[in-house]
């Protein structure tokens, strides 16, 4: 075998341990097979999946969240997640809005099952990404919770 050869086969192999490695890694915390989060985590308050609870990590920047089991303190859980377009920004007149219509359903079923005497309230966190020379407006539905 040839030293191209070789090296070439040891690239590929590297490569493929890279990515195979990178495939094991979770990308975000702990979840049971249900999906719920099974230890406390910092992450990006962007990725945080519908059922998650949490507390903003800072009062200044919400950007950043601690996941922790439910049946753990926290000040909120998601209720709902999607996405708005410039055309559903627009017939609401704004992005706050806009996620207040999609997220009414959720906040009203979610409002629904709440203990009695507990009055929750809802909130929103908003993110915009590029994709395809397009703004897309990306919104999480929170409602404040408590510990159960």
């Given at each position: 075998m040839t030293h191209r050869i070789r090296v070439a086969i040891a690239l590929a192999v590297a490569a493929a341990s890279v990515v195979l490695l990178s495939a094991c890694a979770p990308p975000g915390p702990a979840r049971d097979a249900?999906?719920?989060?099974?230890e406390t985590m910092v992450i990006g308050s962007?990725?945080?999946?519908?059922?998650?609870?949490?507390?903003?990590?800072?009062?200044t920047?919400?950007?950043?969240?601690?996941?922790?089991?439910?049946?753990?303190?926290?000040?909120?859980?998601?209720?709902?997640?999607?996405?708005?377009?410039?055309?559903?920004?627009?017939?609401?007149?704004?992005?706050q809005n806009a996620a207040s219509v999609a997220c009414a359903d959720a906040f009203a079923a979610f409002k629904a099952v709440a203990p009695e005497g507990v009055?929750?309230?809802?909130?929103?966190?908003?993110?915009?990404?590029?994709?395809?020379?397009?703004t897309i407006t990306l919104y999480t539905c929170v409602a404040t919770d408590q510990p159960g």
């Open positions: 249900n999906g719920r989060v099974t962007t990725t945080m999946e519908v059922g998650d609870c949490f507390t903003f990590a800072s009062a920047d919400l950007s950043e969240v601690s996941v922790t089991p439910c049946a753990l303190t926290h000040s909120y859980v998601v209720i709902g997640k999607g996405e708005l377009d410039a055309t559903a920004v627009a017939a609401a007149d704004t992005v009055r929750p309230t809802q909130e929103f966190i908003i993110a915009t990404v590029e994709r395809d020379g397009a």
